[in-house]
T-cell receptor, first 112, second 115 residues
Framework: QKEVEQDPGPLSVPEGAIVSLNCTYS??????FMWYRQYSRKGPELLMY????GNKEDGRFTAQVDKSSKYISLFIRDSQPSDSATYLC????????????FGTGTKLQVIP | DADVTQTPRNRITKTGKRIMLECSQT?????MYWYRQDPGLGLRLIYY???????NKGEISDGYSVSRQAQAKFSLSLESAIPNQTALYFC??????????????FGPGTRLTVL
């Protein structure tokens, strides 16, 4: 079983829709949670970072963490064609060298 | 802008050839990483280095070697390339301390095809 599970998609939505992207994890040592966005032919870029359960909002993006269920989500409100990308969840455990474990990524397409 | 660059961006080679992928950064970060990305498998860590004298194996280091020539340069070598090393390779950097410590900054990637 993978430590981090992420639905690969692809997910196709109309412009303006609310998008929900999700990851589940099995390692209870994960304490820091991130979402990276990767455009085609580019490297991933950090989009959201959180280390506690609950919600964190940044503009149209909301990151949600539920440590009791080992489940994290990224919500995108009023989705735009420019949001079309692959979204990778990423997690770091609290001990050792802070190795980053990435999900496989969900490909999102927002249709105008 | 401080940046992470990778060369080459694309490379096609044959089985058995030696290949070197290079990474340079102007971010001033001590930590550098090499990942490969495959469809359905995501990003997997090959090697990482916390400073010039520090080299560590990641989860999939077999068939690869690295060299940290300077704080700003970290090279990945495939001594004898094989077809299942066909993948997208990323170099990344991160600072040692501060709020951005957990963020990794990725280069644009090298698409490697081994025939």
């Amino acid at each position: 079983q993978k430590e981090v599970e992420q639905d690969p998609g692809p997910l196709s939505v109309p412009e303006g829709a609310i998008v929900s992207l999700n990851c589940t994890y099995s390692n209870s040592a994960f304490q820091y949670f991130m979402w990276y966005r990767q455009y085609s032919r580019k490297g991933p870029e950090l989009l959201m970072y959180t280390y506690s359960s609950g919600n964190k909002e940044d503009g149209r993006f909301t990151a949600q963490v539920d440590k009791s269920s080992k489940y994290i989500s990224l919500f995108i409100r009023d989705s735009q064609p420019s949001d079309s990308a692959t979204y990778l969840c990423a997690m770091i455990n609290s001990g050792g060298y802070q190795k980053v474990t990435f999900g496989t990524g969900t490909k999102l397409q927002v249709i105008p | 802008d401080a940046d992470v660059t990778q060369t080459p961006r694309n490379r096609i080679t044959k089985t058995g050839k030696r290949i070197m992928l290079e990474c340079s950064q102007t971010k001033g970060h001590d930590r550098m990483y090499w990942y490969r990305q495959d469809p359905g498998l995501g990003l997997r860590l090959i090697y990482y280095s916390f400073d010039v004298k520090d080299i560590n194996k990641g989860e999939i280091s077999d068939g690869y070697s690295v060299s940290r020539q300077a704080q700003a340069k970290f090279s990945l070598s495939l001594e004898s390339a094989i077809p299942n090393q066909t993948a997208l390779y990323f170099c990344a950097t991160s600072p040692t301390s501060g709020r951005a410590r957990d963020e990794q900054f990725f280069g644009p990637g090298t698409r490697l095809t081994v025939l």
